[in-house]
């Protein structure tokens, strides 16, 4: 292996963070230093991308902008991931813009009141306090 046993761990890494921060799989902006970085390699990060472009990992066009190669094909689902959160965005605001029959304003005056329908219990005890200057006394039937 050019990277060494642990090669493929840093191979595996640099495509965890890119499916993180790089959704479509393009590295612009980013020098060796901070691929290696993404990677969690410590050594050479020359060597490292060197390494990388060599093998087919990455691709580096003629700006020298370098990408992952076959991304989207091998990882559409990160890669459609700013489609999916927009798409994800427009359907909740759809949901909650929508006026709701319970949201109407309830107008106090138009409606009866619902203290009939609440019937007192005829079975419960009734507490009764009489007072007296002297006393309080508790009185239950």
Known sequence: MRLGEDGTGFLVDLWIAVALDRPNGVLSGLDDVDIALMAGWEGDSKQFVSALIETGFIDQDCD????VHDWVEHNGYASA???RSEAARKAA???WSKKQVNDAPADI???DSNESA???HENA???TVERSSQCVELNIS
Do not use: D, F, R
């Not at 020298?64 to 990408?67: D, I, T, V």
């Open 64 to 67: 020298g902008m370098y990408s």
């Open 81 to 83: 991931a700013a489609v």
């Open 93 to 95: 605001h759809a949901k």
């Open 109 to 111: 005056l138009e409606c």
């Open 118 to 120: 609440m019937q007192p």
């Open 125 to 127: 005890p009734t507490i």
